[in-house]
């Protein structure tokens, strides 16, 4: 009797973390995307007021990937100029979380756009 043994296929799928919308923030089913697709749109390219947020070293002091920041970042920007703000009953509301990073705003008396 001959035998022989081979390694099984393994599929190696690196795991998509979920991004997850703060309370009250569209799904990401209603905007049409995908975890998978908000971590495969990679970093933004800074431009204007924009760099000058990017590179502010005063954002805190607690870090986490900075992968699963921009998969929150780039879930934002999806939003479009939606109007947000922190209700006058809250001291802050949590934007989005993916992984160990949480994206929260803090309100300072005024609202803007995501």
């Not at 760099?51 to 502010?56: A, E, G, V, W």
């Amino acid at each position: 009797m001959l035998v022989s043994a081979a390694p099984a296929a393994v599929e190696v799928r690196a795991e998509v973390l979920e991004v997850i919308p703060g309370p009250g923030l569209p799904s990401l089913e209603s905007l049409g995307i995908t975890s998978e697709y908000l971590f495969s749109l990679g970093a933004p390219e800074p431009s204007g007021d924009e760099m000058s947020i990017l590179t502010d070293s005063t954002c805190g002091t607690n870090y986490g990937s900075v992968n699963n920041a921009i998969a929150c970042y780039n879930y934002l920007k999806n939003l479009g100029k939606q109007n947000c703000g922190v209700p006058d009953s809250q001291r802050s509301i949590i934007m989005c979380t993916a992984g160990d990073i949480r994206i929260e705003g803090f309100g300072i008396g005024a609202s803007s756009w995501w």
